[in-house]
């Protein structure tokens, strides 16, 4: 398998569930990160994680929480969400938190009823 | 604060014919990165060209050609003979000393067989 693979591709959950989003990268990459990309709305950076580390929360809710085991890996977990949770989540890596180019995986359709 | 601004949202052409997508964006950084992707119906970001701020140098890949102009702070992106593989949102996304990837809102490509 090669590049950023994420699943379940499509998550239809209630407000009162937990599920979790799960990301991996086959590419040797150090950094990670988690967008929410809403309808009509630009991407927007969730989390970061370099080396297993968080480095930046952009705001982001407490029902939104995020897991890195390792740099391959990257989990959100998600209790209690709210319709307007509902997005396209998009799991990305790159080489570098600062220059490189980010390279991202197909996304999961969470819908939140 | 960085911007990136896609003026167009929406843009349809017949097959064959060429296409232009306006990126213009805003840094106070004299040292940043610029780039494009391209989203396919299937929902993951393909990375397209990486630009960084020192180098105007045009780019043409196959079809696909980017202008950058620092004096005007674009970086604008053609396909030329578009095809039908080439329907998809296209984003511009700029990278200044936060390390933040600040997306555009996209431009929508429809090309018509």
């Known amino acids: 398998e090669t590049g950023v693979t994420q699943t379940p591709r499509h998550l239809v959950m209630g407000m009162t569930n937990k599920k979790s989003l799960k990301c991996e990268q086959h590419?040797?990459?150090?950094?990670m990160y988690w967008y929410k990309q809403s309808a009509k709305k630009p991407l927007e950076l969730m989390f970061v994680y370099n080396f297993k580390e968080q480095t930046e929360n952009n705001s982001v809710p407490s029902r939104f929480s995020p897991e890195c085991p390792n740099s391959s890996h990257l989990f959100l977990h998600l209790h209690t969400l709210q319709p307007e949770d509902s997005a396209l989540y998009l799991c990305a890596s790159s080489q570098d938190s600062e220059v490189s180019e980010q390279f991202f995986g197909p996304g999961t359709r969470l819908t939140v009823l | 604060a960085q911007k990136v601004t896609q003026a167009q949202t929406e843009i349809s052409v017949v097959e064959k014919e060429d296409v232009t997508l306006d990126c213009v964006y805003e840094?106070?950084?004299?040292?940043?990165?610029l780039f494009w992707y391209k989203q396919p119906p299937s929902g993951e970001l393909v990375f397209l060209i990486r630009?960084?701020?020192?180098?105007?140098q045009n780019e043409i890949s196959g079809r696909y050609s980017w202008n950058f102009q620092k004096s005007t702070s674009s970086f604008n992106f053609t396909i030329t003979a578009s095809q039908v593989v080439d329907s998809a949102v296209y984003f511009c996304?700029?990278?200044?000393?936060?390390?933040?990837?600040?997306f555009g809102k996209g431009n929508q490509v429809v090309v018509i067989p």
């Open positions: 840094t106070r950084d004299t040292t940043y990165y």
């Open positions: 630009r960084n701020s020192f180098d105007e």
């Open positions: 996304a700029l990278r200044g000393g936060n390390n933040r990837l600040a």
């Open positions: 590419l040797g990459h150090n950094a």
